[in-house]
């Protein structure tokens, strides 16, 4: 009993020193942050911080695992505790004035909880209600014909397509609550001369690329639209909003991403495979 109790305490401390080294290797940046500054945050002496992990190079390697680990979940569908309620956890930024300060995940006033109506579904005005653009009806489509167009619609929902704007979601939804995330993130640029922790960004990039081939080879890619084309529209914009949102929140909420899938949807998607989608994402449960 006693020895269980040690090792759930030395769990506990190990986690708590790699959330308090992410949260500020994503606020202030790897080569400013103490080991002194990491211990005060997690409560723990630097004694303890020091058992657990020998130099700030180890610490900042662990938060690289977990993170790659936590990205691991979003793309595949996963949704990560703290995505499941509204309060970031431990590490992530309170929102204040109707945006979440830097880092934080925000969520525009007049934009819905996360998820969305049944159909393709435009971004809500500041302040408005959410509005829904309903797909052209077919009023001479038999009433026999009624279930196949809904088995249609749901074969779409559960298309490569949909899956990407899910993840997309997911992802920037994670990044504003998750600090070991945007820590992976910063660590894993480059920019940090770390050398440790996965390229998280490249990682992005390679899964968009083989969920497009996907829709391509599903026959839901615009006529004459290039693979290449889409996966530099979506990598760009999503990587664009993740690095912006270190800086202002608003970057990293719900309303501008389903904006931005508002936006090019119609480019990409043949007007078939339009028809069910939903920019604002599905609700976790229902994927």
Do not use: C
Not at 68 to 93: D, H, N, T
Not at 192 to 210: H, I, S
Request: charged share 25%.
């Amino acid at each position: 009993m006693v020895k269980q109790v040690r090792q759930e305490r030395a769990i506990r401390t190990r986690n708590a020193l790699i959330e308090s080294a992410a949260a500020l290797f994503a606020r202030h940046g790897y080569e400013v942050v103490s080991l002194s500054t990491i211990s005060a945050r997690a409560g723990v002496s630097n004694g303890a911080l020091h058992f657990h992990f020998p130099s700030k190079a180890a610490l900042a390697e662990a938060v690289g695992v977990a993170a790659a680990q936590r990205f691991g979940r979003i793309i595949a569908g996963e949704v990560l505790p703290a995505q499941r309620g509204g309060v970031p956890e431990r590490g992530g930024v309170p929102e204040r004035g109707g945006f979440a300060e830097r880092g934080g995940f925000a969520r525009h006033e007049g934009a819905s909880a996360y998820g969305g109506s049944s159909r393709y579904e435009g971004a809500p005005e500041r302040g408005a209600s959410p509005r829904r653009i309903e797909a052209p009806r077919r009023w001479d489509v038999p009433r026999r014909d009624e279930a196949a167009s809904k088995q249609g619609a749901a074969s779409r929902q559960n298309s490569a397509l949909q899956t990407l704007i899910d993840t997309s979601h997911a992802l920037l939804r994670g990044l504003g609550h998750d600090a070991v995330l945007r820590a992976g993130f910063a660590l894993g640029d480059g920019s940090e001369a770390v050398g440790r922790g996965e390229d998280l960004y490249r990682r992005w990039q390679e899964w968009v690329t083989e969920v497009l081939a996907r829709a391509e080879r599903e026959g839901l890619l615009a006529r004459g639209l290039a693979v290449r084309d889409a996966v530099t529209a979506v990598v760009g914009a999503t990587i664009g909003f993740a690095v912006l949102g270190g800086h202002e929140g608003q970057w990293l909420s719900r309303t501008t991403l389903t904006r931005f899938w508002t936006l090019l949807l119609p480019r990409l998607a043949t007007p078939t495979a339009l028809e069910g989608l939903m920019a604002s994402g599905r609700l976790p449960e229902t994927r």
